[in-house]
Nanobody, 124 residues
Framework: AQELAESGGGSAQAGGSLRLSCRAS???????MGWFRQAPGKEREDVAF???????RYAESVKGRFTISRDASEDILFLQMDDLKPEDTAVYYC???????????????????WGRGTQVTVSS
């Protein structure tokens, strides 16, 4: 079975950094992989996405601070988070599509595979 497993969450001070990883297991080819997050009391929102051609898109709230990258040979997705802010506090979910896209979608419904999430907490 295809599975996604996140790691690397934790706590940081505002202005600090964390790096999330997401490992895909099972037979897995995905056009797009990316990250969503859900803060307490809020809906899940898009964060960053990359396709198999390395086309990347970011939510405006994280542009210039977060960097997504993908090691296709190892089926690992990364999210380097710098200059963290308290509003980045959320559970971060790794997700992947079944299909290939020239530009990754940002809607949850387009992502067939999901990890269980990893908590990121940023204190001021």
């Amino acid at each position: 079975a295809q599975e996604l497993a996140e790691s690397g969450g934790g706590s940081a001070q505002a202005g600090g950094s964390l790096r999330l990883s997401c490992r895909a297991s099972g037979y897995f080819y995905s056009g797009c992989m990316g990250w969503f997050r859900q803060a307490p009391g809020k809906e899940r929102e898009d964060v960053a996405f990359v396709n198999d051609l390395n086309n990347i898109r970011y939510a405006e709230s994280v542009k210039g601070r977060f960097t997504i990258s993908r090691d296709a040979s190892e089926d690992i997705l990364f999210l380097q988070m710098d200059d963290l802010k308290p509003e980045d506090t959320a559970v971060y979910y790794c997700a992947a599509t079944k299909f290939v896209y020239s530009l990754c979608p940002i809607r949850e419904v387009d992502y067939a595979y999901w990890g269980r999430g990893t908590q990121v907490t940023v204190s001021s």
